[in-house]
């Protein structure tokens, strides 16, 4: 019996010990947060930034800064790891409280104090520094800003002693930042824009009186309203506008075609920037152009297939304008007829044109287009089929390849080649570097000059792309060109972007087999005045092949000898004569007397008095 009763009791501590453990187990587990509950927001790549940052040094004290933010929020640390190890020790030491803020990393060990309390609430994250400001970069206009005054708001928020700087100036000005500008009330700010001038704002960040992050720059404008639908042309010279489908009425067949836009000023010709030319299809703004302002920007139009039939005209208009308050709106009707991948396109002439090194035009030949080929393609299948028995180029020539033509190879290529002395001097006068003459079967770059090499051009215009970047459509013609100076020689420096040599230009081209002269650069180099015994002469020279042209300047006319002139003579004067007076005649008696008496003549009067005395004349008396 005492056996079983022994036994009994010891299976019932068993059983207390039991949900003592467990009620000990789950109080620990309830006290103990886990190392993740504890852990605070990791630091992001800007946190990081603020935390690299050098002490705090008092706030600037500006009229235009807020007010230093109160001394319990200038002790408010980002997570860096001088403070992680300060947090760490604080909640390592005993407490009569709860730390209000957590651990800024988290805790590897239970602690050894698992005393009840409740969980701690996280804080939230400090907001980081940062700007607030309605300024946008973009075009005002009289009809949307009155009087050209701007109003805008700008401040700095976030944690710590901020502050904000504002700067404004013309983009023509070469100060650094420009005007300071002052709030009227800590955040709002108001500037008055003068009409057809560009704007540079610039806001700088201040914490503790350091630079904080990087300055935030917006470009606006003032100008005058731009031309419309409604109104194609504003200004007393807007600009003019051409594009390479200028009097092409034909379809468009290739499904990547680029539109070609030159824009130049109507006052003096120079060219229009991409920043002062907006070109959209359809009403889609396109941006990214390639190519530059002289020979043309490059927009690739994105044509669709029509959802029905084979054709579908695309609407695009081009917007230049200029600082002056002129501007142009262009309108074109473009009509893209669908032809399916790897279908024929059409044809295209492919032309080898080394008219520099006097060959003239090598080669000229039709080919074949399909849709979704490259210039590259096209133009390689020519070199195949003229007997070019090497082509060496970089890239490929497949669809955006990176290809590059570097030099030609066929038999004879060069027999009967010869470099004009015009354009040899416009060489040396150039400063170009000169290299060794080539092998008689192939011409590439390097050969004569540093200028030397080959480049393409499309309807006579120079791409600023690759040949694997450009697709031809039905009736182009590529003209492939050797250049001896970077294209000044064959018209197509610009597309190199003009930046070699010390000529900017030649006063001719040597292409298509010709020679083609252009405006000389003259100033004047000499002068000698002419006199009245020679002839004087006015010499010129060209700048840029060295010409000389000399005016001659006619002697001076000689001056004819007078005889020495007398003071001149004033003719006697002679005393006022009366003209002669008749003999008076008595006047018939049946006349009266006051006839004659009434006339105002003088001599009259005094005719009538000397008149001999009658009856009738004394009575009148």
Known sequence: MKRYLSHGVCALLAVLLLVGATTVLLSADRQLPSATEQTLTPLTPDRMLTDREP??????????????????????????????????????????????????????????????RDDPAPSPEPEQPH?????????????????????????????????LRVYWKPTTSSANNGTLLTPTDGKN????????????????????????????????????????????????????????????????????????????????????????INVRLDGVLLTDPTGNGLSGYEYVLPLEPPQRGDERTYSVTILAWDDDGNSTLRTLELVYQTVSEGDRLGTATVRIDATTVGLGIVDSMPCELRQGDTAAQTLLQMLEACG????????????????????????????????????????LRDGISLTSTPGGDSLGEHDYTRGAGWMYD?????????????????????????????????????????MYGSLSSYCGIWRDGAFYPLEHSYRETARVEPTQTADGYVERTCEKCGDVVRETLSALPTEPTEPPTEPPTEPPTEPPTEPPTEAPTDPPASEPAEAIIDCPSLSLRSRIRKAPSSPTATASQ
């Open 388 to 427: 070019y028995y090497q082509v060496d180029y970089d890239g490929t020539p497949k669809k955006n390849g990176g290809f590059y033509l570097m030099r030609l190879h066929r038999g004879d290529l060069l027999y009967g080649a010869k470099i004009d002395e015009r354009l040899w001097t416009l060489i």
């Open 55 to 116: 002490p705090s040094v008092p706030p600037e004290t500006e009229p235009t800064e807020p007010p230093s933010v109160p001394e319990t929020q200038q002790q408010t640390l980002p997570a860096t790891e001088e403070n992680t190890e300060r947090a760490t020790e604080e909640d390592s030491e005993p407490a009569s409280e709860p730390a209000s803020e957590p651990a800024s990393e988290p805790m590897t060990e239970p602690s050894p104090l698992p005393t009840e």
């Open 189 to 276: 700010f108001s500037v008055t824009m003068k009409l057809n001038t560009n704007y540079q704002f610039t806001l700088y960040l201040y914490r503790d009186g350091k630079p904080y992050g990087q300055a935030v720059t917006f470009y606006i404008s003032y100008r005058a309203a731009l031309a419309d639908g409604n109104r194609p042309e504003v200004g007393d010279a807007p600009p003019v506008i051409h594009t390479n489908r200028d009097g092409i009425t034909t379809p468009i067949k290739a499904s990547t075609f680029t539109l070609v836009v030159t824009a130049r000023k109507g006052t003096d010709g120079k060219p229009l920037y991409a920043d002062h």
């Open 131 to 163: 700007i607030v400001t309605d300024l946008v970069s973009r075009v005002w206009t009289p009809d949307t800003l009155k009087d050209g005054v701007l109003p805008f708001y700008a401040y700095a928020a976030g944690e710590g002693a901020l502050s």
């Open 458 to 498: 499309v309807n006579g215009y120079y791409p600023g792309k690759g040949l694997s970047e450009w697709s031809l459509d039905d009736g182009d013609v590529l003209t492939l060109r050797f250049t001896l100076a970077w294209g000044k020689d064959i018209d197509g420096y610009g597309a190199t972007g003009g």
